[in-house]
């Protein structure tokens, strides 16, 4: 398939609708937690960034797709901003259902140059998502919680991946519409945003401060790693990575960026001393 062409708009923008899930936050099996679970899910650092970034990402989202013109590409991204509030609504009614104490900040306001913030956002999306594949792997497999509880997060994790997945093609083809569709610029630009979320979240690794405001995803992987080595780590990311893009269409563009990172850095990895 031609990037760029409007097959190729046709397809990422209907395959994303079709696996549109339908479900209320309030509706779901939320399994009862004994007292030692509770205490490590309150004791999780990230759901004040969480709810505050998802409840953003909606507002926001809504408001860029009001913008777009073109009818397929607009039906798309205002489904992501529906999505993304719903995410807000569900990390709201578990921190309400399970007690935990989470202050709520203040709304952002929306910027009148809303594409910039979209574009930002959505590579700053294939970035958390890319280690959060990883991260709910481990704690999947970790007993970290009951399994009942992973299975409500399950389709959250999923639409991520549809989410990044919409991104990239979405940014390819408007840049081969503008005349800046070259893979070298396109590999080029991505390089460049995928930089700035790098540090934009760099400082999140240093500590596990409330209202950091640097990323959750990043935040919060020491709850969850306990002493895991960074080689088991970028392996299990990549795995994760993996087994998450294997549901989409072949002939869809992946954010493979940092794929080929971490498998540079686990290789290398493997080649130096334990």
Known sequence: ??????????????????????????????????????QR??????????LSTERNAGTMVKAFADTIEDEKIHEAIALQGIEEARHAKLIEYMVNHYQIETPMRPAKPVPENIEPEFVKFGYGECFDSYFAFGLFGIA???????????????????????HIVFFVN??????????????????ANSLWQYSN???????SFKG??????????????????GSLTLEKFLNTCI????KRMSVFEPELLRPEFLLSATKTAYNTLKLLPS
């Open 1 to 38: 398939m031609k990037i760029g062409s409007e097959a190729h708009k046709q397809l990422f923008c209907q395959s994303f609708m079709d696996s549109h899930l339908k479900y209320q936050p309030e509706e779901l099996p939320w399994p009862k937690l004994d007292e030692e679970a509770l």
């Open 208 to 225: 596990t401060k409330k209202g950091s405001g640097k990323g959750f995803t990043a935040s919060g992987a020491n709850s969850v790693t």
């Open 197 to 203: 979320a790098l540090k934009r979240r760099l400082g």
């Open 170 to 187: 979405w940014i390819a083809y408007k840049q081969v519409q503008e005349g800046r569709g070259a893979k070298i610029l396109r590999g």
């Open 41 to 50: 899910l309150r004791g999780i650092p990230f759901w004040e960034e969480a």
């Open 140 to 162: 999947r497999n970790s007993g970290f919680f009951p399994d009942e509880f992973f299975a409500i997060f399950d389709p959250v994790i999923h639409e991520e991946a549809r």
């Open 239 to 242: 795995q994760e990575y993996d």
